[in-house]
């Protein structure tokens, strides 16, 4: 996002003719869709596939770049290389040019001579379990860890390190963890009741109020984003899908009587025979399950040899299956999971 906030701090500044060039694809750039979209909206053009070459310098004055136009060519696993066309090189003319690279990992100042194992993008090998790096009392977390992510995850990570951190301080097994603590409690109050408001909204996802362009532009310190108004964000908190709240399914319990299939919105319950292969369950369902990157939900066998399939990807908690099931063969639990704290007694 760098790169999104520097062009659009220029038109700010005076910037009249302000331009991204990117090496990427549209589509591969870092920057937040939403980052990428204010820009354009700011009348901010993005060149993308343009590699730089050279700064070009008349008198001693920068008049512009020259960049090499290149075109994205991905192998089977998905690695992209930037191949050039072959055409001549594009310039653009320029008075300032602002190096929009973010920032990066770097241990410069780590001695490559001390015993400690780098691997890809120059960044210390570090255990995803204990957070410990190939010198056993040096430990890793957040971006230095594992590259850029959350800030959450960045915690989690110093939570963790820190037990492993006082397991090694006392000659302990740093690999060692307590399970993580899991639990389900039913969210039915009463036959039709719930303790989660999960009707289905049907409204597409309202946008966030902009200031208008003009007097965004003409105030470097105002504020963008004018944020939801009470009633327009207590609109936008109801679509909420409760995604803490899972459909909990009782074999024992079920009749087969196909209700739930019938009042199920998305159609993401099926039953249906038991495949050898997951491959071919998936495609039989009444919508084909194609997102690989998420489980389906496979029950135990019924009495009649079918099973219950559901496809977790589409499913939007809405209960409605919990409430049309005579036999109460599916529930809505809210579903708990804690793992260990520094900090925290076991």
């Known amino acids: 996002n760098t790169a999104m906030d520097c062009c659009r701090t220029s038109r700010r500044l005076g910037g009249k003719?302000?331009?991204?060039?990117?090496?990427?694809?549209?589509?591969?750039?870092?920057?937040?869709?939403?980052?990428?979209?204010?820009a354009i909206r700011e009348d901010i053009p993005i060149y993308e596939n343009h590699v730089p070459a050279e700064f070009v310098v008349e008198n001693g004055k920068l008049t512009g770049m020259k960049f090499e136009k290149v075109t994205a060519e991905y192998d089977e696993n998905g690695k992209r290389s930037l191949v050039p066309t072959g055409e001549d090189l594009v310039f653009m003319e320029a008075d300032e040019v602002i190096i929009a690279i973010g920032q990066d990992n770097a241990f410069p100042w780590i001695e490559r001579d001390i015993g400690m194992e780098f691997g890809d993008w120059d960044m210390p090998v570090v255990d995803k379990v204990t957070f410990q790096s190939s010198i056993k009392k040096v430990f890793f977390g957040g971006d230095a860890a594992f590259g850029p992510e959350n800030i959450i995850t960045a915690v989690a990570h110093g939570h963790q390190a820190a037990v492993s951190i006082d397991k090694f301080c006392h000659d302990a097994d740093v690999t060692e963890r307590l399970a993580p603590m899991?639990?389900?409690?039913?969210?039915?109050?009463?036959?039709?009741?719930?303790?989660?408001?999960?009707?289905?909204?049907?409204?597409?996802?309202?946008?966030?109020?902009?200031?208008?362009?003009?007097?965004?532009?003409?105030?470097?310190?105002?504020?963008?984003?004018?944020?939801?108004?009470?009633?327009?964000?207590?609109?936008?908190?109801?679509?909420?899908?409760?995604?803490?709240v899972q459909t909990v399914f009782s074999e024992s319990l079920c009749i087969e009587c196909d209700a739930c299939v019938d009042v199920c919105p998305t159609e993401c319950i099926n039953f249906t025979e038991p495949e050898e292969e997951e491959a071919d369950l998936r495609q039989k369902l009444l919508v084909a399950a194609t997102n690989w990157e998420q489980d389906i939900y496979v029950s135990d066998t019924l009495k009649t040899k079918r099973v219950m399939v559901k496809d977790e990807n589409v499913c939007l908690h809405c209960g409605l299956c919990a409430e049309r099931c005579p036999t109460s063969a599916w529930d809505m639990q809210k579903y708990l999971y804690n793992v260990t704290k520094a900090g925290k007694v076991a």
């Open 182 to 244: 899991t639990n389900l409690v039913s969210q039915k109050m009463g036959f039709h009741e719930w303790t989660y408001d999960a009707h289905i909204d049907h409204t597409d996802r309202r946008l966030v109020p902009h200031v208008d362009k003009d007097t965004a532009l003409n105030n470097l310190k105002l504020e963008v984003e004018k944020g939801f108004d009470t009633n327009l964000g207590y609109e936008e908190a109801m679509r909420c899908l409760n995604c803490d």
């Open 17 to 38: 003719d302000v331009k991204v060039v990117v090496r990427s694809p549209q589509k591969d750039m870092k920057a937040s869709d939403w980052e990428i979209e204010d």
